[in-house]
């Protein structure tokens, strides 16, 4: 099959960047969109041109790497599903795509398709864990769960990190990432004991990282590929704000950097912590 892929170019964030267009005449149609990318960088690079720069890892829908806009939809026309899953057999025969990066402030172009979404893992070493003694492992049976919220945490849980439901929304909101990575916590036994401080210090730093609040548009969980539905944001207001209310003679202010990648960026640290 024949596609025209129209791809933007940008060297770096200082640069401007275009769009520059690619026709592709011999498009395996079971190939993925990843796929069709690398026929076209192996032309380039045998022409001796930059070759596109993407983010891949797992290619099956697991590792949240891939992701960019294809016409103006986060991971492309097929509902939940990545790009690197996306087959060129969902588009038309002669039809022109148009692939663009994530496009958010808290997420700065690397290159071409790739972005830097380092913000995402800043918000999760604010709070996005659960603090245990480790030790032998515990019997399975030793907290009981329920199946309903077992359920609810693995559904929140599924979320990849992709950053598509940032792209997809007017303000640029990572509600639904936080709430998720919250909510997959909160629910269950085990995150319950810091349930307040984790909410609070991951609103905190999704905040100072410059994402947009969330005004229930919907597009996040519409372009989601793992379909994480928008409860998971009334879990995180929830928690949020009953946490800053039982948190409120604790001023939360600046987080200490982390790790050496976090260095130099605005981090709050809770000095009662
Ligand atoms: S909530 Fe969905 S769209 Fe957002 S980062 Fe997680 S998997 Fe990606
Ligand atoms: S490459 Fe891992 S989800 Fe697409």
Redesign the pocket.
């Known amino acids: 099959m024949r596609v025209v892929l129209n791809i933007w170019r940008q060297k770096n964030t200082r640069e401007k960047g275009q769009f520059v267009s690619y026709p592709m005449d011999n498009v395996n149609p079971d190939m993925s969109m990843l796929e069709c990318l690398d026929v076209l960088n192996e032309e380039l690079i045998e022409k001796g041109e930059d070759p596109v720069a993407f983010e891949h890892d797992c290619r099956e829908g697991i590792c949240?790497s891939c992701g960019f806009m294809i016409n103006g939809i986060?991971h492309g026309p097929l509902p939940a599903t990545t790009v690197c899953q996306l087959t060129m057999r969902h588009f038309k025969e002669g039809e022109e795509l148009l692939l663009e990066p994530w496009r958010a402030r808290p997420f700065p172009l690397i290159k071409d398709l790739v972005v830097d979404r380092r913000s995402?893992d800043r918000i999760i070493a604010s709070g996005g864990y659960i603090s245990v003694s480790t030790g032998s492992a515990p019997d399975g049976n030793a907290i009981l769960v329920s199946k309903e919220k077992s359920d609810r945490a693995m559904d929140a849980a599924?979320?990849?990190?992709?950053?598509?439901?940032?792209a997809a929304c007017p303000n640029a909101s990572a509600a639904?990432?936080t709430g998720?990575k919250i909510a997959h916590l909160g629910i269950l036994p085990q995150g319950k004991p810091e349930s307040d401080r984790r909410a609070v210090r991951m609103v905190v730093q999704m905040n100072e990282e410059g994402f947009g609040g969330c005004t229930n548009i919907g597009e996040?969980t519409g372009?989601?590929?793992?379909e994480?539905p928008l409860e998971v944001i009334a879990a995180m207001n929830r928690d949020y704000i009953r946490g800053a209310w039982r948190q409120r003679d604790i001023q939360i202010t600046r987080q200490k950097p982390f790790t050496e990648w976090s260095t130099g960026s605005k981090l709050k640290t809770d000095p009662a912590r």
Not at 158 to 166: E, N, Q
Not at 223 to 226: F, Q
């Open positions: 949240g986060a995402f599924a979320c990849i990190g992709c950053g598509a439901c940032v639904l990432f998720a996040c372009v989601c590929p793992k994480i």
